[in-house]
Every structure is written in C-alpha cells, then in structure tokens.
C-alpha cells in the first residue's frame, strides 16, 4: 500500500517562505514522477509543480513561476516544494502526488494522471 504524507505547512506571512516535504512509503519513488497540487476552499484542485522520477525535467503553474522550487531526493524517498515570496493567493491545502505517467504539461498536470495523493497539508499566508 502506497502512503504519501505531506509536512511543513503552517501560517506564515506574506512574503515569506514555507519548505514542504512529501515522504512516500509503499512505493519506491525511482522511477515514478511526483507532484503538488492545491486546492483553496471553493475552489477546484489545481496544479502547483511536477518533476520527473530523475529530476531532470520540472514543471510549473504561472503562478508560482519563480517562487516556487520542486526538488526530490529518491535516496529519502521525498519529494519537496520550497515556497518564497508567499502570498495570500497561495492559501490553500497542499497535497503532493505520484505517477508513473510523464509527458507534455497539459497531461502532467491533470489530476487524472495521479494515481496515490497525500493526506493535504495546510498553508495560509496572512496579508
């Protein structure tokens, strides 16, 4: 059984900086891709960063262009996202999620591509 459990979140105020882990058990992330998504009250579950099984490719949503890093050490089995630059915007619960599909953004970033989520961890940014 696959389990990704999600830690790092908290209250921070805007225009700091949160670092997100995703540690992943059941599964040996080597060759399986990972991502973050988020999902605001109300609002529908949207893509955050992707980055391949090797970490050679990464790929983000405009919105955390540039503020946002993914990274993954497979030794540890985790997977993280450096947040910088918060803003309120980025309220939302996180959730990082594997895969063993990887293509062009439009497909990566889809929810259907996703087979095993985390539980969600809460980040609010204070204004």
């Known amino acids: 059984q696959v389990q990704l459990v999600e830690s790092g979140g908290g209250l921070v105020h805007a225009g700091g900086s949160l670092r997100l882990s995703c540690a992943a058990s059941g599964r040996t992330l080597t060759s399986y891709n990972m991502a973050w998504f988020r999902q605001a009250p109300g609002k529908e579950r949207e893509f955050v960063a992707a980055i391949r099984w090797n970490g050679g490719t990464t790929y983000y949503a405009d919105s955390v262009k540039g503020r946002f890093t993914i990274s993954r050490d497979n030794a540890k089995n985790t997977v993280y996202l450096q947040m910088n630059s918060l803003k309120p915007e980025d309220t939302a619960v996180y959730y990082c999620?594997?895969?063993?599909?990887?293509?062009?953004?439009?497909?990566?970033?889809?929810?259907?591509?996703?087979?095993?989520w985390g539980q969600g961890t809460q980040v609010t940014v204070s204004s």
């Open positions: 999620a594997t895969s063993q599909y990887w293509g062009v953004p439009t497909v990566v970033s889809g929810t259907g591509a996703y087979d095993y």
